[in-house]
């Protein structure tokens, strides 16, 4: 009985130690997030407009506007969609942060927003939670900053009529 139940035992514990195991898979990057938005504005207010809904859009310290050019109609950010996490415990596991790169350009009428994704994506679970960043997870983000932006360009300014 007792050389049935070695195998069955170490079994359980080799079971159990691979159950506890996190295997990353790494993923692709996806196609950029491209959306034009037609909204009849001048270039100067459109670009104002732009530079306003980054700035209350990026609304951490990781987030930042890296380069303006207002002639060129141009704007330019470093946007966190996902924070990583510092662990300090040995049960859990420290996660990078995900940022893309946002570039928006205006014209007269018009303006385009472009949402690169971020490298090095890959998908993790630890305990059934996601701890990387997906493609799937870089398109909804994307998808609703594109959505605000779209609402946040077409919407009637008030500065205006100040």
């Given amino acids: 009985m007792n050389d049935l139940l070695k195998p069955f035992i170490l079994f359980l514990i080799c079971f159990g ?6 295997q990353r898979k790494a993923l692709g990057t996806p196609a950029p997030k491209v959306k034009t938005v ?9 670009f104002i407009k732009a ?4 700035v209350e859009t990026f609304n ?6 890296q380069f303006t050019d207002k002639e060129a109609g141009i704007v330019k950010g470093k946007y966190t969609m996902r924070e990583g996490t510092v662990s300090t415990s040995a049960y ?7 940022s893309a790169i946002i570039t928006i350009r205006v014209k007269e009428g018009a303006s385009r927003i472009e949402i690169d994704a971020p490298s090095g994506m890959y998908s993790m679970k630890s305990m059934g ?3 990387g960043f997906t493609p799937e997870m870089f398109n909804t983000a994307a998808d609703e900053l594109i959505l605000d932006f779209e ?5 009637v300014s008030n500065n205006n009529d100040w």
């Fill in 38 to 46: 037609e909204n009849g504005v001048a270039k100067n207010p459109n």
């Fill in 60 to 65: 951490n310290a990781q987030s930042v506007i």
């Fill in 151 to 155: 609402t946040s360009m077409i919407k």
């Fill in 92 to 98: 859990a596991q420290s996660a990078p942060s995900f």
């Fill in 129 to 131: 939670i996601e701890i």
């Fill in 17 to 22: 130690v691979t159950s506890c195991t996190v």
């Fill in 51 to 54: 530079n306003e809904w980054m």
